[in-house]
């Protein structure tokens, strides 16, 4: 399992990356789409939509599950990655490639982890 | 198996209509312009290509049907003849009463019967299956609230183990779900639920017994404390077969119940519906029923519901009478604890204690030490031609299989089950890929599911 | 006395001994006191099979069959060819359950494949689901598929037919959302009052094509007023006249909904009846209820499975958008096998058969003394006022064996005919009528 160390975690699973222009992309990591199995759907939010963290904005459909993911800022949708309404199975492939949003005009941020500690966290998990 | 449009040969066809006998009239309004893509087969071709397409489709009559929470009993072939009466088939919605007394009389048997049964004091018959009757019944306790003025009632306790239709039914009511968790044996947590009403609580929704099958003893005092709070008691009948003729929701503190004709009283299912769920409800709450006046909730469908339906379950009630319906209950329980008996010690029991109409096992252990999952058992029952049990379900329970045998299967077919299901554990330690991939013997084998979901193909192209 | 237990009393005892009780009593032994009936409920005793039949005969006899039914508002007296009886009585079909399990349902499951490509044919849609209750409850879900964050309230034309209309608002009183009728004019949807009601705020407009009166509505002029307010139109319909009239995708529909019955289901005073829904493609996952997909097994053969389940209430619990489970599957498959008997052309010579026969009765009223009320295209039924009291000629017309026309507010009369009414009945009707005017 992967764990790129230039990104931040959260403990229900998602990844952060934040970036120079002072947005960031929150997508599910690679252990959250193991757990979830192959993934046939996301319901994503609309741009503009207020994102507050540690509360859910979408969620993945496995064929017999439905998950929420969580955002781990508080802020607003600024981007959206339609790619994966066509190919949810992106996010099985390519979990850190498969952005689910873009956040901006970030307001706060939940406790983040960085990959040495996340990974002992998903560790536990199992 | 070939589509019936893959069987269609142009000019094919059936004779049916004579020539029209009055000059024909061209539409005065805008025509249809594209094409209308039908199958063009003759009879036999239709009649040979449903007769593959039934082989294919396990129903009751083709063997064991152990699905939890299903209800899945013979049905009996009276219930048809009767339900195709032409006294009863020719009989328009909309005509006069005075015309159709003999329908308004089988509902009224049927009303009058099942209150007594369920110890309701009314009936309605409009909705069509049970999550309709739910929707209908939670709208009775809005409409209570409603009318009282005690519009601050916003939320409906539904437990952890519950079908998911209830909090679905919740929602559609206008309510906000409150999920508590059951105990340890699945049961109602008092001290939770204690915890969890108030002013705002318009209800609680239970199944007794639960979806683990067991019979909730404390079920008089859940239903104090939520009528105590100033909440009413919702009924979700789809484990009745266990008890009727045995305990009245009525007596037991409920306001509200619905019936699944389609189980409990015999209707067969129809491969997916038609069913039936009646709504009964105590006096105090006739007045909102449908079709009654002005404090009505209103029409949930049209007309009277699935009236020949309600048919074949009064057929079936009055010829089971009291006595019948007793001993249905009865044996329903006793196979269900006779397979349970029979099988507990090779296969984990998720509570080994005296069952009701049904039973939960969790292959958990086996998933983790032969990598073999309920999923797995389920398909490898396929080569035995008996349908699986309920699969996943209640959530609480791991790897659950829920396993309801009904009171119509014969001793052999318990027996056959049981040998079945022990084979099927012997095997997933001696050759766990047999299992893993089964079924083997189907003409179908496991289907991809994942591509179906992911690039949906929903209909035949032309 | 009648039961259908497979194990004798012998076995029973044993099979108690077995499991560990010394009777029934002691299965229900976790059964408080108070709530237990140990002898059972008060009901009468069971009657034989021979008994059952004879008291369920007598009931039926109770009931007036009427050889001649010139009556509609929703559920339509059309011809049940033989093999439509045949193929739904078959045990298989009757009997299954929903079919979860793929391997042992492929005959099931490929059925409502089949008659959910017969619904997007004869509605002109992309998909459809493996259908609801009726074609009333079949409007009310449709209104839950447009509702978005900002666009909540529902617009619904007074030329609905009237238990669509009020389970539409029984839906709407649950959610606690907000449902306005859009009036009507001269029998047809006003369009003036539809645009200045058609705000930022409306989720959708349901209109219903032929409407209540049996008229055919300007419903391509309807959709466009509401698209252009960037709401969703959904049509309900009759599935025999969309083999004939523009389709709800030719109308630009998002959604088309309509009641099954017409399509093999008997009148059965009321149901089973048939709610089928289809929309666009991008509402797909709008839709409630089960769905039938195409895939392949592990050897690669062509299967069907349910799919895109976790749009439903199983698995998505509170957030699901219906609580619907159970479908009218066995319906269903009674109106895939009409329509492979009658085949397009069947369907469009009863689609003609009604509209033409309609016509002429209309005719021949008018020249009774029965005036049409409105003066616009209608399919099979239309609405008249009448020269003698309209209940009082009921009456007599159902002393011959006549059901009539329903009659509406006001003492007008909403007639219906199909292709079951020969010319025959028909001058025999209009000669009753006009003996009921000259008394």
Redesign the interface.
């Known amino acids: 399992m992967n764990f790129p160390k230039e990104l931040k975690y959260s403990k229900s699973h998602e990844w952060v990356k934040e970036e120079a222009d002072g947005t960031a992309l929150i997508g599910l990591t690679d252990y959250a789409q193991n757990e979830l199995g192959?993934l046939?759907?996301v319901n994503l939010p609309q741009e503009g939509d207020s994102l507050a963290a540690g509360e859910a904005f979408a969620d993945v459909?496995s064929?017999?599950a439905v998950s929420d993911v969580f955002s781990p800022v508080s802020g607003v949708v600024a981007e959206v990655n339609e790619e994966l309404a066509d190919a949810?199975?992106l996010m099985n492939k390519d979990p850190y490639g498969a952005w689910l949003i873009r956040a901006g005009e970030i307001t706060g941020t939940e406790e983040l982890l960085d990959a040495e500690a996340y990974e002992a966290f998903a560790k536990e998990q199992e | 198996?070939k589509?019936?449009?893959e069987r269609s040969v142009p000019g094919c066809?059936?004779t049916?209509?004579p020539a029209?006998?009055?000059?024909?009239?061209e539409?005065?309004?805008?025509?249809?312009?594209?094409?209308?893509?039908?199958?063009?087969?003759s009879?036999n071709e239709?009649?040979r290509?449903?007769?593959?397409?039934?082989?294919?489709?396990?129903?009751?009559?083709?063997g064991s049907?152990p699905?939890g929470s299903?209800t899945?009993?013979?049905?009996?072939k009276?219930n048809?003849?009767?339900a195709a009466?032409?006294?009863?088939?020719?009989?328009?919605?909309?005509?006069?009463d005075h015309?159709?007394?003999?329908?308004l009389?089988?509902l009224q048997t049927a009303e009058k019967?099942l209150c007594?049964?369920t110890g309701m004091d009314r009936m309605t018959f409009q909705p069509?299956?049970?999550?309709?009757g739910?929707?209908t019944g939670?709208?009775l306790i809005?409409a209570y609230h409603d009318h009282r003025g005690d519009t601050k009632r916003t939320k409906i306790i539904v437990p952890d183990s519950a079908?998911?239709?209830n909090?679905?039914?919740?929602?559609?009511?206008?309510y906000q779900?409150i999920?508590i968790p059951s105990r340890a044996d699945g049961c109602v947590d008092l001290e939770v639920l204690r915890a969890a009403v108030g002013e705002d609580t318009a209800g609680l929704m239970l199944t007794n017994p639960n979806t683990v099958g067991?019979?909730d003893?404390n079920?008089?005092e859940i239903t104090r404390i939520i009528h105590e709070a100033g909440g009413l008691n919702y009924y979700d009948g789809a484990n009745l077969n266990a008890?009727m003729?045995?305990?009245?929701p009525g007596?037991?503190g409920f306001d509200v119940i619905h019936l699944n004709l389609?189980k409990t009283f015999?209707t067969?299912?129809?491969?997916?519906?038609?069913?039936s769920g009646p709504v009964g409800c105590k006096a105090f709450l006739q007045d909102y029923l449908?079709e009654t006046g002005a404090q009505s909730?209103?029409?949930?469908?049209?007309?009277?519901?699935?009236?020949?339906?309600v048919?074949k379950a009064?057929?079936y009630?009055?010829?089971?009478?009291?006595?019948?319906?007793?001993?249905?209950s009865?044996?329903a329980?006793?196979?269900a604890?006779?397979l349970?008996?029979?099988l507990s010690g090779v296969y984990d029991m998720a509570y080994d204690e005296?069952c009701m109409h049904e039973f939960v096992m969790s292959l958990e252990q086996e998933k983790h030490e032969e990598s073999v999952s309920a999923l797995d058992v389920?398909?490898a029952l396929?080569d035995y031609g008996i349908?699986?049990p309920t699969m996943?379900?209640p959530l609480i329970v791991h790897e659950a299989l829920m396993v309801e045998p009904t009171?119509?299967?014969?001793?052999e077919?318990l027996d056959e089950l049981i040998r079945a299901f022990l084979e099927i554990h012997e095997k997933a330690k001696t050759d766990p890929e047999y299992i893993r991939?089964a079924?083997h013997t189907?003409?179908?084998?496991?289907?991809?599911?994942?591509?179906?979901?992911?690039n949906?193909?929903?209909?035949?192209e032309f | 006395?009648?039961?259908?237990?497979?194990?004798t009393e012998q076995?029973?005892k044993e099979?108690?001994q077995?499991?560990?009780?010394d009777s029934?009593d002691a299965?229900?032994?976790?059964?408080?006191e108070?709530?237990?009936?140990?002898?059972?409920?008060?009901?009468?005793?069971?009657?034989?099979?021979l008994e059952?039949?004879r008291?369920?005969?007598v009931?039926?006899?109770?009931?007036?069959?009427?050889p001649h039914?010139f009556?509609g508002?929703?559920?339509y007296?059309h011809?049940i060819?033989a093999?439509v009886r045949?193929?739904v009585?078959?045990?298989?079909?009757?009997?299954?359950?929903?079919?979860y399990?793929?391997?042992?349902?492929?005959?099931?499951l490929?059925?409502i494949?089949?008659f959910?490509?017969?619904i997007?044919?004869?509605t002109?849609m992309?998909?459809?689901n493996?259908?609801v209750?009726?074609?009333?409850?079949a409007a009310a879900e449709s209104i839950f598929m447009c509702r978005e964050r900002k666009r909540m309230k529902a617009l619904v034309s007074a030329t609905t037919?009237p238990?669509?209309l009020?389970?539409m608002?029984?839906?709407c009183?649950?959610?606690?959302a907000e449902l306005c009728v859009v009036p009507e004019k001269d029998g047809v949807t006003d369009l003036e009052a539809l645009a200045s009601m058609l705000d930022e705020g409306v989720a959708c407009m349901y209109l219903q094509q032929p409407n209540f009166y049996g008229i055919?509505e300007d419903a391509?002029r309807i959709g466009e007023l509401v698209h252009e307010k960037g709401a969703k139109f959904v049509m309900g319909g009759n599935p025999i006249a969309?083999?004939?009239?523009?389709?709800p995708?030719?109308c630009g529909a998002d959604v088309a909904v309509g009641?099954g019955q017409p399509l093999g289901m008997?009148?059965?005073?009321?149901?089973?009846?048939l709610g089928f829904m289809a929309a666009t493609k991008d509402m797909?996952r709008k839709l409630p209820g089960?769905?039938?997909?195409?895939?392949?097994?592990?050897?690669g053969?062509r299967?069907?499975?349910l799919?895109?389940?976790?749009r439903?209430?199983?698995?998505?619990?509170?957030?699901?958008s219906?609580?619907?489970?159970?479908?009218?599957?066995?319906?269903a498959?009674t109106a895939?096998?009409y329509?492979?008997?009658?085949?397009?052309?069947?369907?469009?010579?009863?689609a003609?058969?009604c509209?033409?026969?309609a016509?002429?009765l209309q005719k021949e009223l008018e020249q009774a003394g029965f005036h049409l009320v409105y003066d616009k295209?209608f399919?099979h039924e239309f609405v008249t006022d009448t020269p003698v009291d309209a209940e009082l000629l009921?009456k007599q017309l159902?002393q011959h064996g006549y059901?009539g026309g329903?009659v509406l507010s006001g003492g007008r009369i909403l007639w219906c005919t199909t292709?079951m009414n020969?010319?025959?009945e028909?001058d025999e009707l209009v000669r009753l009528g006009k003996e009921a005017a000259n008394r």
């Open positions: 192959d046939v759907f459909e064929v017999k949810p199975e | 198996m589509l019936l449009f066809g059936c049916i209509l029209c006998d009055v000059p024909l009239v539409l005065d309004a805008a025509k249809r312009e594209q094409a209308l893509h039908l199958p063009e087969v009879e239709i009649s290509h449903y007769t593959e397409l039934a082989k294919e489709t396990h129903g009751v009559n083709d049907y699905l299903c899945m009993k013979y049905n009996p009276i048809e003849v009767a009466l032409p006294g009863f088939t020719k009989i328009h919605p909309l005509q006069p015309t159709a007394q003999g329908c009389e089988v019967l007594e049964i069509a299956a049970g999550a309709h739910e929707f939670l709208l809005k079908h998911g239709t909090p679905a039914s919740a929602v559609m009511a206008g779900v999920n067991l019979f003893k079920i008089l008890v003729g045995l305990v009245r007596d037991m389609h015999s067969p299912h129809g491969g997916g519906g038609p069913g449908p909730i209103g029409r949930v469908k049209a007309f009277h519901g699935n009236f020949l339906v048919v009064l057929n009630i009055l010829m089971l009478g009291r006595e019948g319906i007793l001993q249905a009865q044996n329980v006793l196979n604890n006779y349970r008996k029979k005296t389920a398909k396929l349908h699986p996943y379900f009171e119509t299967e014969s001793k077919n991939s079924p189907t003409t179908i084998k496991r289907l991809d599911e994942v591509a179906a979901a992911r949906p193909k929903l209909r035949y | 006395m009648g039961n259908f237990i497979s194990t076995q029973q099979m108690l077995e499991a560990g009780y029934f299965l229900f032994a976790g059964v408080p108070g709530v237990y009936q140990k002898d059972g409920v008060n009901i009468p005793e069971g009657l034989s099979e059952t039949e008291r369920m005969e009931l039926a006899g109770k009931n007036q069959i009427f039914i009556r508002a929703g559920a007296n011809y060819p093999i045949t193929v009585a078959k045990e298989d079909f009757l009997t299954a359950y929903t079919p399990q793929a391997e042992i349902s492929q005959g099931n490929q059925a494949f089949e959910q490509t017969m997007c044919e004869l002109g992309d998909v459809a493996a259908s209750y009726d074609g009333a409850t037919p238990q669509v009020e389970t608002q029984t839906y009183y649950g959610r606690g055919l391509k969309m083999a004939v009239i523009r389709t995708g030719e009641e008997p009148l059965g005073f009321g149901g089973p009846y797909m089960r769905i039938v997909g195409e895939t392949v097994d592990s050897e053969q299967g069907f499975v799919t895109l389940q976790a439903e209430q199983h698995i998505r619990r509170e957030k699901a219906s609580n619907i489970c159970s479908n009218q599957a066995l319906c498959l895939s096998v329509l492979a008997a009658m085949g397009a052309k069947g369907v469009q010579e009863a003609m058969q509209t033409s026969k016509h002429y295209p399919f009921m159902e059901l329903l292709e020969t010319k025959q028909m």
